[in-house]
């Protein structure tokens, strides 16, 4: 094979395959600015994230856990009120969250007709309510409240319904997304062996999704343990020294107080601030991390 012949040959293979492009001026200076970008916003994240700890360092001990908000001893004040009310935040959102956006996202996906007009009008709000403020949450829970005759604020159920709300077009979405996953031989194969819709779907289609629903639904709470905005609005208390006992018991929650105590005028209110912040940090990066265990354990390859 003459030399001509070869070196039209690379170049052709160049040009199918974009290689001769990439290397160009402009692609490298574009290649450059996204690292760049990329590395400039991991750094930011990290110094403030080493700032926010260097800061809350010394108030690392028992007291931030399991001590309650002081007013005479503003080096000893805690979290507690606030770390157990997100635990009873998260318990209840899940309770009412996870099975209405599950059996929602089933419906949708395995049983819906999508020419009808109501479930189109679904689809279409679904997806703009995933991208709906946080605080608009909080006044739609507003509203369920009073609508339910209920006239108490900062209560357990308020901030529940307040955070159900947020999650669950999260949680709906990423079902459709897993049980729209799930192979479609599956259904077909339980089917021809007799197998009702609702059978194929209790039995075979759920369970193969497990994986990406659990990852969903943890993401989703993992988002809503920070939010901060929609319990303003239901006037959750900043301090309380009590523990929640029920669902219409007061509550506070570990966002509130991070935000009440951050705009104190006293620097030993802000320490316990920032080193309640690596506590928020850490519960959420726990719920990240176990999202990422249970998708790596039980996730299929078809």
Known sequence: MSVASTTARDTTVQIATGKSRDRNLGSMVFLGALWFSLFFGVMV???????????????????LLTSYDSTLFPERTGFR????????????????AVPLGIAAAVYLEEFADGRRWYNRLIEVNLQNLAA?????????????MATMGIQRKGIVLGGAIALALL??????ITTREAVRAVPRDIRDGSLALGATTWQTTWRQTLPSAVPGIATGTILGLSRAIGEAAPLVMLGLASSLRFDPEGLMSPITALP???????????????DAASAAI?????????????????????????
């Open 256 to 270: 509130i107080q991070i935000y009440g105590l951050s705009s104190s005028s006293q620097d030993a209110y802000k």
């Open 132 to 144: 709906v403020p946080a605080i608009v949450y909080g006044l739609l829970a507003v509203a369920v």
């Open 45 to 63: 994240l990290v110094v403030l994230i080493l700032d926010t700890a260097i800061a809350g360092a010394h108030r690392f001990d028992a007291d």
């Open 81 to 96: 009120a606030g770390i157990l009310g997100s635990l009873w935040l998260m318990l209840f959102t899940a309770v009412m």
């Open 167 to 172: 999650i669950l077009p999260v949680i709906i």
């Open 278 to 302: 690596i506590v928020l940090l850490v519960m959420i990066l726990g719920l990240n991390a176990l999202a990422i265990y249970i998708r790596n354990k039980f996730q299929r390859s078809w």
